[in-house]
């Protein structure tokens, strides 16, 4: 009785176990068809405007000239900026503007020649660490006519930039990531580093 108990156990053990490893999965089926796309949504609203300028660009105001526009000698000169740190003087990229009362921008050192006047506007940096314009008269009256006469000016400093070259008047023609800002215009300027107006 108990060889056949101990049988008929064998014999329901071997047929569960045959039966649970005998299965198996079917193949997959085809992949049904794709859902068409759902409507495109509305258009997300902008994001506010970011800080202006990039890689530390310090930049002015455009600031009021303090030479009259009857110039009280032949040359001139006033500072724009004070305590310029020496960094900025030994490396950076130093820009000064100028602009006319009707909004004609000039990169300074430039030369505005409107006859009979010859005006020559340039910029340094002195041992006492102030930016300054300098407008020296060339020709003609001291009464500058409009064109001829820069009514405001403003500065923009490009830290990092290598020195290629400078003159008496402290012009610097400079390369920072092998582009020659000096080369650029005031747009192009203005631009490159979201410099508001």
Known sequence: MNVKS?????????????????????????????????????TGADGEQG????????????????IPQTMPSSSENFPIAENIEDDIIDSAVILVYGRTASGAV???????????????????VGSNKELTVVVSLVSGSLDLPNNAYLTDYRYVLIPGGQLMGGGASGSKSAKNKNVDYSKMSYEEITTQFNIPE
């Open 106 to 124: 000039w990169a300074l050192p430039t030369i505005l020649d409107f006859f009979p006047n010859q005006v020559n506007y340039s910029f340094a």
């Open 51 to 66: 800080e202006p300028g990039t890689a530390n660009v310090i930049y002015s105001d455009w600031i009021a000239s303090e």
């Open 6 to 42: 101990n049988l008929v156990t064998l014999i329901v053990m071997v047929i569960v176990s045959v039966s649970i490893f005998s299965c198996s999965d079917g193949e997959d089926g085809a992949i049904g068809p794709t859902g068409a796309d759902g409507a495109i949504g509305p």
